[in-house]
């Protein structure tokens, strides 16, 4: 089915339109953003059983003005009485902005933002069930999971996620009025198991646009997915140095989400922070590399929608071409500050946070060999597994990803020896020329937040096929 | 708004309910070089709802709980409709019975911090930064936030505080011919002089001219390494995470009261104190979430784990009473000053691109973004390469500095002495 639009969003969409057209009066330009995100969360394991909300979960408002060259924005969860809301705003914008005027702060210099007029309605595709969950069936679903691993020899907890949510915007100003709905579940299985006293933890995850039933898709993997577990208690501390390796998609998407996603954020290019901007057009990767962010373009995921939350519409972006550096990703007001197209990818945390240019689903594209072919050959290195954290340094080309454990191949061969932790550090144009095999099967995950340096954190997914490259592993 | 939802789950027929009531006031202000890109204020109220639902299970007495917030203007339909869901919910996921923190009471009307100055204080700070030749600050974001948080539960519990905030991101870059490199800075405080802001940034125009120069670093197996960063926080929060309760409860932790983190004689040994209070922190909050009263412990002294602190609800299930619940931590200064641990080569890491510690695993390390190797005889600044390393291995020979500093909530020994560390780096 499709997804229902907001009934608190449009009970509100009177009220706010009100709000506009006050502010109207003493601002060149206004919008407002609406936010009503809901859902339920779950989770299960030996020792506790809990269900709140979910955990993204928002109601709230926020209003872009532009006055005098500058933009200013107020958030806000009370709409109550409108007069005194628009007052309330004006007031304390203008009181603060005329302090920063009296500080003899210059303003950067930015365009009035251009609107096309539209007027449109976005549903996603949604899992009938996310309006009518079946929380008991959920939550006896998740404990049979935890309690099938719990018996297994070493492990002390098993804990079990799921959440579903459902997220409904509106975005109106003078040219535009925008809503849209769908809804995606995020499902996650941690296994913690101790020997000898050393504690070890491996997690099972997935999103996708679907019901409860991405819990039922992920138990066929517990097996192996203990079996790794198990065998990083005898695993060794890899020695330092550049190897071969092949990622499984979940590497291969952090790769891509910390190499050329945080790259190409052109809110970077504004303030001269990403070495991309004087690289455009320069091929950068092996004739073989494709990458692409896109919160549209036939992905459904956990980072999909219609619009973004600047009312922007949402395309597919191609970053790389056949290794070469084509395009980044724009806000609104990054690209009329560099004169370029945006490309819908303002996102906020919040409504109470700021917009900034941030990723949605960002994934090599696959191409044709096989993870067999690849292993094979390989004469010594490591295929890399199990994803932790990374960290970005657009300005250097520095990438960082912590890895959960590295299996050993040695003559086109897993040996069956683990090495863990690892940590994949190098320079991104290396790594990326580097890339020389790409498997068949794209797969993305979205059950990770990305955040900008250390704060406002969005839900990104990530992915591609396996990948073979050459990094420095230590 | 809070006093209709109280009424409301007060006939609910529940046996028990919590309600928190957050305010949070914002000033924000954005700037690329020394230029404004934007302002902003945010005005947001929360009112998280708990209820809890006793039911005997097989002779056991278990404990279902649910929350749910609910924003202003919620109809009291919704609220109504929503409480029984919470209902339905609590008594599907039952946990063994615990009790609510009782009978706490302090109240305190809400304070206007005049964030409008506040933000201007902080503003003035940072413009107050002279660009030199080759340093230069290229971006800064700018938060002071208050919170009147109020805490009630149907035990009793009736408590309204006060806190604020402030938060500053800095970009720094430096240029050395045809080469610019950035720094990041990002510190959160509560207070602070005007001039220790400035300074902050100052310092780290230092390391930025120095990391204009910096050369690869070098792969090495068996490095003497300090830790000089302000990740020197989080190295030492992999103590808080081993006893905080929550964590424990989990299985996310082995630790037992009176077991040792450290063995031998050749280290120093780590004490952790909880402190309620810590001048110019962000973090002086004076209750939990569940209305208990912060208050100073040791969670570790001399090397050995003496207390769980933390959440109220699993500390009930350890057995824990009069578990703190404070925010602010100071770690002992070591036995060797800053002058004795440069004496010997090593490598300084002063900052990491982005510092990992996992408590689970006791993983620790980073990319190097900014480090000394001093060789005996020579010091030169280096970057890229990294470090990990396991709590277990380096333990039982740390050393510290006797000079501490604060870092936001925390006090914690300026440098950090670690053995034998492998070095991924170039060959």
Redesign the interface.
């Given at each position: 089915m499709l997804a229902k639009q907001s009934s608190y969003l449009l009970q509100?969409k009177p009220k706010l339109q009100k709000l506009l057209a006050l502010l109207e009066s003493d601002f060149d330009y206004v919008s407002v953003l609406a936010t009503d995100v809901t859902g339920a969360s779950?989770y299960?394991?030996?020792?506790?059983?809990?269900?709140?909300?979910y955990s993204d979960?928002e109601?709230?408002f926020v209003v872009r003005v532009y006055k005098d060259n500058?933009?200013?924005?107020?958030?806000?969860?009370?709409?109550?009485d409108v007069e005194k809301l628009a007052k309330t705003i004006k007031d304390?914008?203008n009181?603060?902005?005329s302090?920063?005027e009296k500080?003899n702060?210059?303003?950067?210099e930015t365009p009035l933002l251009y609107e096309e007029k539209i007027s449109k309605e976005f549903a996603g595709e949604i899992a009938e069930e996310l309006y009518h969950l079946d929380?008991?069936n959920i939550?006896n679903k998740m404990q049979a999971i935890s309690d099938e691993v719990a018996k297994k020899e070493h492990i002390?907890?098993c804990?079990v996620n799921y959440s579903a949510g459902i997220f409904q915007k509106m975005f109106l100003s003078k040219n535009k009025d925008l809503i849209q709905a769908y809804g995606c579940s995020f499902a996650n299985i941690m296994m913690?198991a101790?020997k000898d006293?050393?504690?070890?933890?491996n997690v099972l995850s997935d999103t996708a646009w679907c019901g409860s039933e991405i819990l039922d898709n992920l138990v066929p993997k517990i097996e192996s997915a203990y079996e790794d577990l198990v065998a990083m208690f005898d695993a060794e501390?890899i020695?330092?140095?550049?190897y071969e390796i092949i990622t499984t998609p979940e590497g291969a998407g952090l790769i891509a989400h910390e190499a050329f996603g945080h790259g190409v954020e052109m809110d970077m290019f504004?303030?001269?922070?990403a070495i991309a901007k004087q690289h455009m057009g320069e091929k950068l990767a092996s004739d073989i590399t494709n990458m692409y962010d896109g919160a549209q373009g036939g992905i459904q995921q956990s980072a999909s929608y219609f619009f973004d939350d600047e009312g922007t519409l949402c395309e597919r972006t191609q970053i790389i071409k056949d290794g070469y550096l084509v395009s980044g990703i724009c806000d609104l007001?990054s690209a009329a500050r560099l004169g370029v197209t945006p490309t819908g990818n303002g996102r906020r945390e919040s409504f109470?946070?700021?917009v900034y240019t941030r990723m949605t689903n960002t994934y090599f594209e696959a191409k044709q060999d096989s993870v067999e072919d690849m292993i094979s050959s390989v004469k010594y290195g490591f295929l890399i597994d199990g994803m932790?954290?990374?960290?970005e340094?657009p300005?250097?080309w520095?990438i960082?990803c912590?890895m959960s454990r590295a299996k050993e191949i040695k003559d086109g061969k897993l040996t069956g020896k683990m090495f863990t932790?690892?940590?994949l550090?190098g320079y991104v144009p290396d790594l990326l020329s580097n890339i020389s095999m790409l498997g068949k099967d794209l797969y993305l995950n979205g059950n990770g937040h990305c955040g900008k340096?250390?704060?406002e954190w969005v839900i990104v997914s990530d992915g591609g096929p396996y990948l073979k490259t050459k990094v420095?592993?230590? | 708004m809070f006093n209709q939802l109280i009424e409301l789950v007060k006939q609910a027929n529940v046996d028990d309910w919590k309600l928190v009531e957050t305010i949070t006031k914002s000033h924000q202000a954005y700037f690329v070089k020394q230029e404004l890109d934007q302002h902003r204020i945010s005005d947001v109220v929360e009112r998280n709802l708990t209820i809890y639902l006793d039911k005997e299970v097989e002779g056991k007495k278990m404990r279902g709980s649910a929350s749910h917030s609910f924003f202003p203007d919620t109809p009291v339909e919704e609220i109504k409709e929503e409480i029984e869901k919470m209902k339905y919910n609590a008594s599907i996921a039952l946990n063994p019975y615990y009790e609510l923190v009782k009978d706490e009471k302090h109240n305190e009307d809400k304070k206007d911090y005049q964030l409008i100055e506040v933000l201007k204080t902080v503003v003035s700070a940072i413009q107050n930064v002279k660009n030199t030749e080759t340093e230069k600050i290229n971006s800064y974001e700018i938060f002071v936030n208050e919170y009147f948080i109020h805490i009630v539960n149907s035990q009793g519990v009736d408590v309204s505080f006060n806190s604020m905030d402030e938060e500053i991101e800095v970009i720094i870059n430096s240029i050395d011919g045809d080469k610019e490199i950035e720094l990041y800075h990002r510190v959160s405080f509560a207070n602070q002089p005007l001039q220790e802001i400035t300074q902050g940034i100052l310092d780290v125009f230092k390391y930025a001219k120095d990391r204009t120069k910096a050369v690869g670093t070098k792969k090495a197996l068996n490095q003497r390494v300090l830790l000089t960063s302000l990740d020197n926080a989080q190295f030492f929060r992999y103590f808080l995470m081993k006893t905080r309760t929550s964590v424990v409860y989990s299985r996310g932790s082995q630790v037992k009261i009176g077991d040792k983190a450290q063995s031998g004689d050749n280290c120093d040994r780590i004490s952790v104190e909880l402190k309620a209070e810590l001048p110019y922190s962000s973090k002086n909050l004076p209750y939990s979430n569940d209305g208990a009263k912060a208050k100073d412990s040791f969670i570790v002294k001399d090397g050995e784990y003496v207390a769980y602190w933390g959440d109220h609800i699993p500390a009930y299930y350890l057995g824990v009473k009069d578990a703190s619940c404070a925010n602010n931590y100071v770690v002992s200064g070591g036995s060797k000053t800053l002058e004795q641990l440069h004496q010997d080569p090593y490598l300084e890491i002063i900052q990491f691109s982005s510092f990992i510690m996992n408590p689970l695993t006791g993983t620790f390390g980073g990319e190097i973004r900014l480090a000394y190797y001093f060789d005996g005889n020579n010091k030169i600044a280096v970057t890229g390469g990294s470090i990990t390393c396991n709590f277990a291995d380096v333990l039982n020979d740390i050393r510290m500095s006797k000079e501490t500093r604060q870092i936001d909530n925390c006090i914690v020994p300026v440098t950090i002495e670690i053995q034998n560390v492998a070095v991924a780096g170039e060959e």
């Open positions: 509100c779950f299960i394991s030996q020792r506790q059983k809990i269900i709140n909300d979960g109601r709230g500058g933009y200013s924005e107020y958030s806000f969860n009370e709409l109550g304390e914008l009181q603060q902005g302090m920063l500080m702060i210059k303003k950067l929380n008991e939550v002390i907890e804990r913690l101790n006293g050393n504690t070890q933890y501390a020695e330092p140095g550049e504004v303030k001269d922070r007001m109470a946070r700021k932790n954290s990374g960290m340094d300005k250097h520095g960082q912590v932790p690892v940590v550090t340096g250390y704060k420095r592993l230590g | -």
